[in-house]
């Protein structure tokens, strides 16, 4: 079980990334793409975010980030958010988004060990960009573009005739480094809206997008911030990962591998050329002393090094008011990894939309998650949006927590 959320309910009366435990939720910063002919220009960038408790550094580390602004024009970072700034559009429009690699790193593979390295760790600064359930052409969504490292570029010319409003998202997809770079930041909310969609008009709403993040410190992943790691074999392609989750039972799919791990999968060339050296932090107490090359750290016994984050914060709260309704928007950014969640019965929850496509029709419409189908709890599965209702009737702090239990009926859905 790990705490996610915390829902604050009141009365209505009267250049480095750095986020608190139970501080408000903020979200990333808006573009708006919604009239036609607009246009934006994403920059690839690295970035310096901590997260702390008070003066205690849970993890400080680099990331990559999706920045409004080059590093020549905003040397600080200050147009940098992770996860990246949320796109709103609009159907009936043509829209341009260009991405700009300034990640400096290694280009393609050396031809001589690239058969090694199939379906395997590779490109570690390669990046493209991947518009994640929008209704638009693959010729132009298209995962195979390879927008390389030091100034590469290419732009994206989106063209939306009819497209019903809902919660989308976008990430890095190049093939061998979208685990990493999603992971590591590179991703962020779309909404698209519709002329008519009373939901959007009528009701104030939250952006959720979720990460996680195995605290393994660079002092054992990498000992003194190097390109080198601690390998079970000097061959090209053949590391082994050392931290694998597989003791959690409360994950369920997907490569259980800390970004350390990751790291040091990607060939060791392209570790050498690249601007990113894995250099994480933190003042945790790590437990284990031996650290052995093929032992799983993550046990019962040290629960405490994995981190689940919601749009980069640990903890966040949300402010409502009592007896109105928000919508959450949420998206599991988590990247290979089911997502179920228990939400508090203090509240009344009501499914609206499900990868971006309202609900319409008995029984479904508006799904009352109190039901015994649901018993207050949600599952999404990796890449999953979903579109919630919340009312609470009376003053208070509620959790939303994760959770595996599986008392929901299917069977009781009506």
């Not at 031809?111 to 960009?129: E, G, Q, R, V």
């Not at 990751?262 to 601007?275: D, K, L, M």
């Not at 290979?336 to 609206?352: A, D, K, M, T, V």
């Amino acid at each position: 079980m790990n705490f996610l959320v915390l829902i604050s309910v009141i009365s209505l009366s009267s250049s480095k990334i750095i986020h608190n435990i139970d501080e408000y939720l903020q979200e990333p910063p808006i573009i708006d793409l919604t009239s036609d002919g607009a246009e934006v220009t994403l920059y690839v960038r690295l970035c310096e975010w901590s997260s702390m408790n008070g003066s205690q550094t849970i993890l400080n580390m680099t990331r990559y980030c999706y920045c409004e602004e080059s590093e020549l024009d905003d040397p600080e970072a200050d147009s940098c958010s992770m996860p990246g700034p949320t796109l709103v559009m609009h159907e009936e429009t043509i829209i341009n988004v260009t991405v700009i690699n300034e990640l400096i790193g290694a280009g393609h593979l050396i031809p001589s060990i690239a058969h090694l390295y199939h379906n395997k760790f590779k490109d570690l600064d390669m990046t493209n960009l991947h518009v994640h359930g929008l209704h638009v052409s693959p010729e132009i969504d298209d995962v195979l573009v390879e927008i390389l490292p030091n100034d590469g570029q290419h732009s994206y010319l989106y063209d939306f005739s009819y497209h019903y409003p809902g919660t989308f998202w976008y990430h890095a997809h190049h093939h061998g480094s979208t685990t990493w770079q999603v992971n590591m930041g590179l991703h962020g909310a779309i909404s698209m809206n519709q002329d008519g969609d009373l939901i959007s008009e009528k009701y104030e709403e939250n952006i959720l997008m979720f990460e996680w993040f195995y605290v393994i410190p660079s002092s054992i992943c990498n000992p003194g911030n190097s390109r080198y790691c601690k390998v079970t074999s000097t061959k090209d392609a053949s590391y082994s990962p050392r931290f694998q989750l597989t003791d959690n039972e409360e994950i369920k799919g997907g490569p259980n591998l800390a970004m350390c791990d990751v790291y040091c999968s990607f060939p060791q060339y392209e570790r050498n050329a690249s601007g990113y050296i894995y250099d994480v932090t933190t003042d945790l107490n790590m437990t284990n002393p031996s650290w052995n090359a093929n032992e799983t750290v993550y046990n019962t016994e040290d629960p405490d090094l994995l981190f689940y984050f919601v749009n980069g914060q640990l903890s966040p709260t949300i402010n409502m008011t009592k007896g109105v309704f928000r919508r959450l928007r949420m998206i599991n950014s988590l990247s290979n990894w089911y997502l179920q969640f228990q939400f508090p019965s203090e509240c009344g929850w009501y499914l609206i939309a499900t990868d971006g496509v309202y609900i319409k029709g008995e029984p479904y419409q508006n799904y009352d998650l109190s039901k015994p189908s649901h018993n207050n709890q949600y599952i999404m599965s990796p890449g999953g949006r979903a579109d919630f209702m919340v009312n609470c009737s009376e003053v208070g702090l509620y959790e939303i927590i994760s959770t595996n239990d599986n008392t929901q009926d299917p069977e009781m859905l009506s």
